[in-house]
């Protein structure tokens, strides 16, 4: 008896139209983040993205300036019980409880398919204690074809109560210092928007040895179905992400450009070109695109094809000239 | 972006949506695609829906494209109403897994609950013979009844109301059904479903099950979609009764849209569902 | 010569239909907050609803339960330069900067106005520092038709380097402890979303003599306008209001329901029925309806007849059986 | 909610759209409506468009409505060009101020640019005498154009591109109609109305400008309009020259959606509009 579900091959979407004669252009979009070299400033958020082979038959993986795999530890996590998202007004909460293969099977199994790619993998990844983030970094520090690790502070630490390490700078020294002696690979920290003043973190950040920071993560929310009077996650409280924090993201980045001098990811409902470069006025040397992934797979081509069209109608000639340039 | 042919309500609540869908890839029964309903963002995310015919099967070129069967319940599907031919829309697909065959059952049962209908006619069209369960509330929520008469297979209808058919839910019509070689397929709503799986189990009938879960993604990115399943050692007949089992212990999550829509439904963990 | 510019009349859109037999049916929706009795648990939130009399042509205030008006100072306050407010996704940013009328000019010119409706007034106001906040408490107190005070603790303290009461336990326990015994009247403390953790200034309100709690204000955020790269707020930053809100604000409201005693009213992109009672659910025991006033003048009214019919349809009883009834 | 009578576009950029309004009320010249555009959430507020004609004017009954002029700027106005006849929009309004006349001024100049021509048809209607100067980037953005040559009054026309009229910016041809009676209404872009006031301060003609800004309640109540106006002290005449001025210091915020949309343009503090 066959028990075992048959799969049918997923048919892939024609692949995007060809854009003639972008190769034989000048325009110089590369960026240097945390020491990695971007080919240009658009990658895909942890998350959105899968390990990366989920969306390579959309899109030419290559294109991307980096893509951010799904957050990883040490050991695989099963996740949270359904339901795990619900949409939300220009937005969508998601309590998927950071379910994940492992950093063992992420490098055994999904990394080799990611190596035939011309795009830098950064591994963003995470733990309940600052051992588990230090487990986790050496173990992904011993391995060829990553690019660099973003670490998702927005994790509560099992040895201090479940208190978030981002929402404290104590904390997110010590982890990220501990981290940054167990990896030579540039660090990136990842930065919760759950918190009064972002600006403190990122300097705590900072003054652990971060090569640079990426932000924002998801806003705390949730939501009620009134029929039911049940949550609609079966966390009860998730992360919001999408366009409707998009304000939210863009001033948090702000502020934090005036406050370090790491380079920035901006991160948070970017949908359209025009998007990203407000963050990169805002201050933003690179961005991630996480939930347009799911309305369009070709969002992140399309942000950087418009990119492109925004630098050459504006004569700018390289990612850094964009850079803060915020006219105040 | 694909062209909308047509958009006819076809009873109060549903409609029959024809896309045109040039060089249409090979899409098997169960499969569904996620539409993108507006360039705005109310909705935002995509919506699945499985493919309820392919248009023009066989003859290459003009009229290829897909049916959508959908019933409206609430922003998308109100929003889909307002299309009209050549609007355009969106379309990801095809995704998901389909349907296991079984060699050797004859005695194949489709039970379907309202919009749950959708994945059967491409696969009753695979089956010589099969036989259809179809139940609704009302006369009214038997969308797609007629494209299945004309199939000219065996056709059992329930409504909770009577007004078609047997009065009474269409998992009181299974029993009385299954033989030895029976093979039950079942969409519909998530009781329904239960109870197939609850009967398939106790009489030991291969049972599948086409399950709904809010999506995001829809190819297994975001893990928004999971279910949870019952571990992965093998399979035991239990002592009791004839129902096979797997460690609970070992329970994972599985994703919806990539390692299903189809599940057997001996693997899924009912009470969490 | 002509010089002053003829106000044409403002014509009003057409009454709203009449609901016919409301009056007749049992179903009893008021609702004590703070010692105010209201009729039902709408209101229209501070500064979104002018002074009350820019509303009085398109909907009949008689049937709020209470409306909120602008924010008063001390002084008349001019604002912040324009422009003031930019649409967002699901949001809307604004930097009105807390132009108001003084608190003086509001109980000559205004007040007498609402007196005359069977609707409680409600007077949200700040300062820029305790003193002021005291002494605008003081004027108010002593003046009749106002129900009850709603502190606005989102506003930077002058005395402190400009640090927002509303972000510091230690300062929104003096802030609301002097003001608490600077007036008899009810005092509502309206609770800013910027914080790492809400619950810890609820609990500080709590215990300075607060009589309830509204929350959520406004979100920090900013947007930027690609093509000139200038902020599209004349004030850089601004506050992000509206459905793109609303997880955000229901998920506080749940916190801030389980740590403190006192009653809250749920504020933040209340749109429709529905949102106001996800609102209930999760703790809030009555509602301020902000964005959605802009969206459709009778947006306050349409929630509360939704929320009569929710009742009616669900045979809620009265509004405390809904408070905080999630099913987690 | 109100019905759509027609939306029709009579240049690349621009439409006229037609809306039924039972019971119109009285509409002023420059007055204006905020229209919602969806009962989606995208975009949110309402846009305020003014009232270029009405509609059935006189004729009690049938055919009452408004008509508005658009022209496709953003994400609202793109959805405005997808309204089709009896569809719904809500209207709120008319809000607003209008404009004031002033006995003796016999020379009634308009200036206009692009879609700035819309508060200018029913106020063109009220004078026996009237001149509009209307101007536009290339012939395409001359709304309404045919409309105010029906009206039979003296019209210049200026194009940047001179593909229609005077090729030049319109408000260099304001200069050499000036004269000691006249008094000006202007209304466009943001340069152009700083650059008619300019005019009219030096020489010291009344100037009535309508303002846009982006609003959100449209009836004073966000405080979100605001553009800044000088003090309220009593116009002093310079000395220098003919401009009247009020002193700077008492500048405060005055709102366009109630206190305008139309100003005398020396009440307005153009460095920071
Ligand atoms: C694999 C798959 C195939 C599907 N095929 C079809 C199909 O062929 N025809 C069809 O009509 N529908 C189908 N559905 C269901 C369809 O996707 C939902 O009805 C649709 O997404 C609802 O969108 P909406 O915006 O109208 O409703 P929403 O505004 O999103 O929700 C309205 C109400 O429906 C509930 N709801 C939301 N999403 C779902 C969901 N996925 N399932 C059940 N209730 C939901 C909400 O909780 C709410 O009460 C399928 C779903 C899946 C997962
Ligand atoms: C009192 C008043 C009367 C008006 N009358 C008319 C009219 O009769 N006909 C007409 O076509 N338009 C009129 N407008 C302008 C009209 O309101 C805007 O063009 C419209 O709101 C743009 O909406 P959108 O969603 O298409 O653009 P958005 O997507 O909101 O914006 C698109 C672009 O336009 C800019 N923009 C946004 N709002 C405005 C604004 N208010 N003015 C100028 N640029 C803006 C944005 O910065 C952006 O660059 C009037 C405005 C006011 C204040
Ligand atoms: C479904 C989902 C899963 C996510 N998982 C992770 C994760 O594992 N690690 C992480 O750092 N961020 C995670 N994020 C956050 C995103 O990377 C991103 O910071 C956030 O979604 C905001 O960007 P957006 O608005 O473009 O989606 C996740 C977001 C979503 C929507
Ligand atoms: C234009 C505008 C002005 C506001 N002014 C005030 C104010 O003066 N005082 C105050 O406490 N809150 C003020 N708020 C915040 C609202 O009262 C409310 O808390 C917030 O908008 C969230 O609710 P909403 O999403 O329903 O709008 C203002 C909001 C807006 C949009
Ligand atoms: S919908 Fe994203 S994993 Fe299934
Ligand atoms: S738009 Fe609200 S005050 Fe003018």
């Given at each position: 008896m066959g028990r075992d579900i048959k799969k049918s091959e997923v048919i892939p979407l024609p692949p995007p139209v060809e854009k003639g004669g972008?190769?034989?252009?000048?325009?110089d979009l590369s960026v240097n983040i945390a020491g990695i070299e971007l080919k240009n400033p658009v990658m895909t958020a942890s998350g959105t993205f899968g390990y990366g082979e989920e969306y390579a038959p959309y899109i030419d993986?290559?294109?991307?300036?980096a893509l951010v795999v799904k957050g990883l530890s040490l050991q695989p996590k099963q996740g949270?019980?359904?339901?795990r998202i619900v949409e939300t007004a220009a937005g969508m909460l998601n309590s998927?409880?950071?379910?994940n293969i492992g950093a063992g099977v992420f490098i055994e199994k999904k990394l080799p398919f990611l190596r035939k790619f011309d795009t830098k993998v950064i591994v963003n990844f995470f733990g309940d204690s600052i051992d588990e983030y230090c487990e986790v970094a050496k173990i992904l520090d011993s391995?060829?074809?990553?690019?660099g690790l973003e670490m998702n502070i927005s994790c509560p630490n099992k040895e201090e109560?479940?208190?978030?390490?981002?929402?404290n700078p104590d904390l997110t020294f010590r982890v990220v210092n501990a981290v940054r002696k167990s990896t030579r690979l540039p660090l990136i920290v990842k930065l919760s928007?759950?918190?009064?003043?972002?600006t403190i973190i990122a300097k705590a950040a900072e003054d652990a040895g971060a090569d640079a920071l990426s932000l924002i993560n998801t806003l705390s929310g949730m939501a009620v179905?009134?029929?039911?009077?049940?949550?609609?996650?079966g966390n009860v409280i998730g992360g919001l992400s999408g366009p409707a924090i998009k304000p939210v993201a863009l001033k948090m980045v702000w502020q934090v450009f005036k406050s370090v001098k790491l380079p920035l990811i901006g991160i948070g409902g970017i949908m359209t070109a025009e998007d990203a470069i407000e963050f990169m006025i805002v201050g933003a040397s690179a961005v991630q695109v996480g939930t347009a992934n799911f309305v369009d797979p070709q969002a992140s081509i399309k942000i950087l094809d418009g990119i492109e069209d925004y630098f050459e109608r504006n004569e700018v000639k390289n990612v850094k000239d964009m850079v803060g340039n915020l006219r105040v | 972006m694909a062209k909308i042919l047509y958009n006819k309500q076809i009873l109060p609540a549903y409609y029959q949506l024809g896309i045109r869908w040039e060089n249409l890839p090979t899409i098997e029964p169960g499969q569904f695609v996620m539409l993108r309903?507006?360039?705005?963002?109310?909705?935002?995310l995509r919506r699945p829906f499985g493919v309820y015919k392919i248009l023009?099967?066989?003859?290459?070129?003009?009229?290829q494209g897909i049916e959508i069967l959908y019933k409206v319940l609430g922003k998308g599907t109100r929003l889909m109403t307002n299309l009209k031919p050549d609007d355009e829309v969106d379309i990801l697909g095809p995704l998901g897994n389909s349907f296991s065959a079984h060699s050797g059952k004859t005695n194949v049962i489709i039970v379907a609950g309202g919009i749950g209908i959708v994945p059967f006619y491409l696969l009753a069209k695979r089956f010589k013979k099969v036989r259809l369960l179809f139940g609704g509330?009302?006369?009214?929520?038997?969308?797609g009844l007629d494209d299945f008469k004309k199939l000219k297979i065996d056709i059992e209808v329930s409504t909770d109301d009577g007004s078609?058919?047997?009065?009474?839910?269409?998992?009181?019509?299974i029993a009385k059904q299954l033989s030895g070689n029976s093979l039950i397929y079942a969409c519909g709503p998530q009781g329904m479903l239960k109870e197939v799986a609850r009967i398939a189990d106790k009489t030991g009938i291969p049972c599948y099950v086409s399950l709904d879960k809010a999506m995001a993604?829809?190819?297994?990115?975001?893990?928004?979609c999971a279910i949870k399943v019952k571990g992965q050692g093998p399979w035991v007949k239990s002592q009791e009764n004839k129902s096979a089992i797997r460690n609970p212990q070992s329970a994972i999550y599985k994703m919806v849209c990539k390692d299903g829509p189809?599940?057997?439904?001996?693997?899924?963990?009912w009470e969490e569902i």
């Open positions: 972008r190769g034989d252009l000048t325009l993986l290559n294109r991307l300036g949270n019980p359904p339901p998927i409880g950071l379910q391995v060829d074809g990553i690019a109560g479940w208190l978030e390490f981002g929402t928007p759950n918190i009064t003043d972002i179905d009134v029929n039911t009077r049940r949550p609609k996650l | 309903l507006t360039k705005y963002i109310d909705p935002l023009g099967q066989g003859a290459r070129g003009k009229g509330r009302s006369k009214d929520d038997l969308p078609r058919g047997k009065k009474g839910l269409v998992t009181e019509i993604c829809g190819i297994g990115a975001c893990l928004g189809i599940f057997d439904a001996r693997e899924i963990v």
